[in-house]
């Protein structure tokens, strides 16, 4: 069974969205898996940067997205992303510093960062996008 499951509850109903939020998931598994075999700082390096940068695409294609149909919650949902963005940028400083390792807990903070930002934040465009024919 992997670190974290994606199952419908996930679905915010644009394809596109989901798509980039099952590769987030993706990423957390390959990141744990990375954890729990022992693999280098290196390899952990390279899971982590990876888990990073797309998660930085990511929400820049969401925020074009929700500018495309003028999204009336925009400002605070892209506050949102600063400053998870700014956290994980700390955090990949101190460990490419060696001042941090992956662990359980960052591990943890992602995953439970993506979860909760998916159910209580993303899920209120969904009408939005719905009523401008994206799916």
Request: no cysteine; charged share 30%; glycine share 2%.
């Amino acid at each position: 069974m992997a670190f974290m499951e994606w199952d419908d509850s996930l679905s915010v109903g644009v394809q596109q969205v989901d798509k980039e939020h099952k590769k987030l998931v993706d990423l957390v598994n390959n990141l744990n898996d990375s954890m729990k075999n022992g693999k280098s700082k290196e390899a952990l390096q390279q899971v982590f940067n990876e888990l990073v940068d797309y998660t930085m695409t990511h929400f820049s294609n969401e925020e074009l997205l929700m500018q495309n149909v003028n999204y009336s919650n925009f400002t605070a949902h892209k506050r949102e992303h600063d400053e998870l963005a700014k956290k994980v940028k700390i955090l990949k400083e101190e460990f490419l510093s060696g001042k941090m390792m992956i662990s359980i807990e960052v591990r943890d903070f992602i995953k439970n960062w993506i979860v909760n930002h998916i159910l209580k934040t993303d899920k209120l465009y969904m009408k939005t996008m719905i009523e401008n024919g994206i799916k």
